[in-house]
């Protein structure tokens, strides 16, 4: 489960209007219910908020007009949950069309160093999350992969494994995500993802080396017929409770670290899925999970990274042969 070879189905980029508005929607507790509180993090401003309300699952809908007429439809499944924030569609900055069968192929071995992903792939945001944290968007070229039609270079001339992510780097080509995110933390400046603390170190291997099993718990429910709450209650938990081992911070190891990188693609694309096709809420009873969510959402280099979540539940649930 180490890489993304499947095509996803999604619109082009080139689609979104460049005033398109990315905002963020904040749960605030009341006395007994929750209301929303919108946050406009674009530019420009929003001129207009207009909320509906959807007769599947109570969600709400937030159609917002930007001033030059971009819209935008927010959606949140999470009225009731004073708990969590439920964060809407990133502000994605101008990003590179993903390559085709049509495209010609960069300079490879050029000396310059590339990091090849899909903007719909979990495995690939995790070293692309890694490279933003670490500053080095001027030093790791992003060159994104259309695996739906993807160019025969990449097999032929590149990788091998014809998969994502991988790294172009001293004119070597390296695979598998885990490793990836090690290996740029290590060997690129910026802000180290790994701490010093020797039990730290060694609860963030262990972590580490769950991740995999973790992701087949959750790939395994979503395809299953019947009463999956069992098993996912079991992953959830585990996590809830790594998250309670350090109290310097709100992520696994305290701190921001590789650990988060690991996990957060897969949390995020499977609270939205597991939501809509199991009415499952892996945020219920584990505030711990909730404010992790909400803290990750304010590390920039995440965000970045992120795209529509309902296009995301799209593309994820046609992944599973859902739609």
């Known amino acids: ?86 964060v809407a569609p990133s502000r994605l900055a101008s990003l590179p069309p993903s390559l085709t069968s049509a495209s010609e192929p960069p300079a490879i071995f050029d000396g310059t160093t590339r990091l090849y992903v899909a903007y719909i792939c979990p495995f690939a945001q995790r070293p692309w999350i890694t490279r933003n944290y670490k500053g080095l968007q001027d030093k790791i070229e992003l060159v994104p992969i259309d695996l739906l039609n993807r160019p025969a270079w990449y097999k032929e001339k590149l990788y091998s494994e014809n998969k994502v992510p991988s790294l172009e780097h001293n004119n070597e080509v390296r695979g598998e995500s885990l490793d990836l995110i090690k290996y740029i933390d290590a060997h690129f400046e910026g802000p180290a993802l790994k701490p010093d603390d020797p039990a730290k170190q060694q609860f963030a291997e262990e972590l580490l080396s769950y991740s995999d099993s973790f992701n087949m718990v959750l790939f395994r429910a979503t395809a299953a017929k019947g009463d999956v709450s069992g098993e996912l209650d079991a992953a959830y938990d585990k996590i809830e409770d790594a998250l309670s081992k350090f109290s310097d911070g709100p992520f696994f190891l305290g701190q921001f670290s590789l650990v988060d990188i690991a996990y957060a693609p897969f949390v995020e694309r499977f609270q939205t899925l597991l939501l809509d096709v199991k009415n499952y809420d892996i945020l219920k009873g584990r505030p711990n999970l909730a404010l992790w969510i909400e803290e990750l959402n304010k590390i920039e280099a995440y965000v970045q990274t992120r795209i529509d979540p309902q296009e995301l539940l799209s593309a994820t649930k046609k992944r599973f042969g859902l739609a």
């Open 1 to 86: 489960m180490e890489d993304c070879n499947r095509g996803y189905r999604r619109r082009s980029r080139e689609s979104i209007p460049r005033t398109a508005l990315y905002c963020r929607l904040a749960l605030m507790p009341q006395a007994t219910n929750a209301s929303f509180l919108l946050v406009c993090a674009a530019s420009p401003p929003c001129n207009s908020v207009t909320r509906t309300t959807s007769q599947r699952r109570g969600a709400a809908i937030y159609h917002v007009e930007g001033r030059w007429g971009a819209q935008s439809s927010l959606t949140s499944k999470y009225l009731g949950d004073p708990s969590m924030a439920a």
